[in-house]
T-cell receptor
Framework: GAVVSQHPSRVICKSGTSVKIECRSL??????MFWYRQFPKQSLMLMAT?????????EQGVEKDKFLINHASLTLSTLTVTSAHPEDSSFYIC??????????????FGPGTRLTVL | GNSVTQMEGPVTLSEEAFLTINCTYT??????LFWYVQYPGEGLQLLLK?????DKGSNKGFEATYRKETTSFHLEKGSVQVSDSAVYFC?????????????FGQGTRLTINP
């Protein structure tokens, strides 16, 4: 199956700093990638949909200036948490859609990035 | 809007027990339905899916049937193994606008004891 990687797997940063998380599709080209946030013992919340070469579409309530998304190539999307605060601590997961699957296409998920803001 | 509700966990069973994890949904039209599994320390993996009413998805001994009349997609397995211990997520993607997006249930943590 298709493989999606994320880097880093864990990051600890100080409050006020910015953190970049990378999401890569390793063996397919992903025109669309998704960023999710998962709180402890809770479900995944879609933050934004990232389309290659265009601006990301953010879900209601997600601050686009806080969570910057760039999808510069067909295999890479990045999420930058700007001026991070402790409340941004969470598990961030990306997924990539394989465009060959048609309407009922599968999303392939990365292993996630655990962000802790001190 | 679309939503998914799963039975609350955690669920603890003995090996070879029968498993059911309930999932119901709210959506307009005919969504596609999915079960994802998240093993410890790993990303989500698609376990099975069904794209139209009365379809049965199956994989690795797990099954789920798309029931339009009860808006349900319950996950079942006849005999669970310790290796099935994981978090299971029910999800849907809508038929209409935003069909690419997945809406997840809250997840059910399953622990199988030997």
């Amino acid at each position: 199956g298709a493989v999606v990687s994320q880097h880093p797997s864990r990051v600890i940063c100080k409050s006020g700093t910015s953190v970049k998380i990378e999401c890569r599709s390793l063996d397919f080209q992903a025109t669309t990638m998704f960023w999710y946030r998962q709180f402890p013992k809770q479900s995944l919340m879609l933050m934004a949909t990232s389309n290659e070469g265009s601006k990301a579409t953010y879900e209601q309530g997600v601050e686009k200036d806080k969570f910057l998304i760039n999808h510069a190539s067909l295999t890479l999307s990045t999420l930058t948490v700007t001026s991070a605060h402790p409340e941004d601590s969470s598990f961030y997961i990306c997924s990539a859609r394989d465009p060959s699957g048609g309407r009922y296409n599968e999303q392939f998920f990365g292993p996630g990035t655990r962000l802790t803001v001190l | 809007g679309n939503s998914v509700t799963q039975m609350e966990g955690p669920v603890t069973l003995s090996e070879e027990a029968f498993l059911t994890i309930n999932c119901t949904y709210t959506a307009t039209g005919y969504p596609s339905l999915f079960w994802y599994v998240q093993y410890p320390g790993e990303g989500l993996q698609l376990l099975l899916k069904a794209t139209k009413a009365d379809d049965k998805g199956s994989n690795k001994g797990f099954e789920a049937t798309y029931r339009k009349e009860t808006t349900s997609f319950h996950l079942e397995k006849g005999s669970v193994q310790v290796s099935d211990s994981a978090v299971y997520f029910c999800a849907l993607s809508g038929q209409f606008q935003g069909a690419q997006k997945l809406v997840f249930g809250q997840g059910t943590r399953l622990t199988i004891n030997p």
